[in-house]
């Protein structure tokens, strides 16, 4: 069912964001087919979010239609390769390979949001990204027709694919597992998860997880650097605009205090990076994903 002016302050982590013109919730690529190609036809622009938690929604919405894609068939497995469907949360991935004995992608545990929004942002943990598991997926072309497509396809960057530029849906993925102890998997989750909640806030915090992305190793071999380190050197921890603040033990992570809006996540974020570019002569750049209200993912 295709709603009007859904306050998309309801569907990201942040919880922040002013209505969708247009707002539907589509649970298999059967029904997205069609709404996608009513939208074409009728030229309303769509763009298709997960759980939100990588993103900032404009306080004006968006002036279009926005499709949440939360698909869930049933995972299928021909090992070593996994095909979960894009609108499967992390979560419930990582619940079926500890089920069934499946290793290989316990590093993201504790991350939120769903396996399509992990591979558009190759999402990833402790030097480790979706993108080494991934051997195809599923995707929608441009002609609305299915395609399958190889990891090439997607140029995996770091908190970075393709997608960015050329926006396409991922309908499913196909990872590439090993088998494992299952109460070892479930061992190693809690144990990485034990690690997130010491650094980042509680999930009845509304926050978008990093906002700026760490930068390069500065030598070959070594870890990248962490924005937060040079974002907490640079005093963001005591900054604050409006209902944005900084995260107290993590400098780069922003948080919705109570009322924030987009505009002050915005400025906040303008004045930690300014911080950073005036200490360290490095300009960071943003993993959160800005929706404006009239140009889409920005
Ligand atoms: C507390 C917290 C901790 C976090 N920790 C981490 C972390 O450790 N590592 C990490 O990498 N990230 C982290 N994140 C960020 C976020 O969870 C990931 O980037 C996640 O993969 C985003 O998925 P999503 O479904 O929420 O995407 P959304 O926020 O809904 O969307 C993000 C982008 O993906 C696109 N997209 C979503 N679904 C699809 C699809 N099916 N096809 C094509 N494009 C799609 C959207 O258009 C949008 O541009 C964290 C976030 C929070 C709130």
Redesign the pocket.
Known sequence: MIVRDEPLSRHT?IQIGGPADLFCEVNSVKTLLPVLQSSCELRIPA?????????LVDDKGFRGLIVK?VNREPLYLDFPLLTVS??QTLRELLEYTAEHSLSGLEFLAG????V???V??N???YGKTISELVRRAVIIGNDHELQTVSPDFFQFNY?SSI?HAC????VSVTLEVSRGDASAIRKECERVIAVRAGK??KPSVP????YFKNLPPERPGENRRAAGYLLEQAGAKSMKIGGAGVYSEHANIIINTGNATAQDVLELGKKMKKAVFEKYNIMLEEEV?FLDAQKG?I
């Open positions: 982590t763009v298709v979010i997960g759980g939100g938690s990588n993103l894609f894009a609108g991350i939120p949001g769903s399509g929004g992990a558009y942002m999402a990833g943990a908190r997608l926006p396409r849906i991922v980042h806030p926050c978008a997880g990093s994903r993912i």
